[in-house]
């Protein structure tokens, strides 16, 4: 199986970060028909009108977490599995929450049958967090808002960092890393970048 990755990670320093990314299978993340581009760096339309993003994109949320082997992380916008797995890889435990039943169904079955079995994904609104597993070293987001979800910002532990892409629906976005300490939120602008829209309800066509 041809499995030659054909992205740089250009900028990327985290050496745990670009093994993840070598050791990832992204060619069963997507629909068949889109595998032979699996190892382009570009994103890929999947099912139900979602996107697996850009793996330099997701190699750069990822290594701006900050996280190591003892982490729990929280992800919000699961889609394929694809991140989820990436940092499943670096860290201890991965909890996704994917608002499409259809897509977080297909993903769990993907990850057990991968042998992630670090990841726990579940299907909701990721707006609310998920509470029961709070608090978080650190928070992936991966569809785009308008505004932190503030419920977010309160299950991030002290020193956490939170990656989210904000900005309109379609339009400029941009990805920003927010580190909590204490009351004190530091934000920081990573690059612009383009996702689907954060959703609060899922339209079954
Ligand atoms: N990390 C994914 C990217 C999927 S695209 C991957 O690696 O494939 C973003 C996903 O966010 C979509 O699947 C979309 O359904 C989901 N999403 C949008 N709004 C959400 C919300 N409020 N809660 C949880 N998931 C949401």
Known sequence: MGQQRHWELSGI??????????????????PEEQSEFAYEDRALPIEHGQTISQPFVVA?????LGVGKDARVLEVGGGSGYQAAVLAEIVQHVYSIEIDP???EQARQRLEELGYHNVSMRSGDGYAGWVEEAPFDA??????AEDIPPPLMDQLKDGGRLVIPLGTPGGAQ????????????????LMAVRFVPFRRSVEQE
């Open 13 to 30: 320093k985290d050496e745990r970060v670009i093994q993840a990314m070598g050791r990832v299978p992204r060619h069963l993340f997507v």
């Open 60 to 64: 750069a949320m990822t290594e701006a």
């Open 102 to 104: 259809r897509l977080a």
């Open 139 to 144: 928070i992936i987001v991966a569809a785009a």
């Open 174 to 189: 941009e990805l920003f890393v927010v580190e909590k300490d204490g009351a004190t939120v530091t934000t920081k602008s």
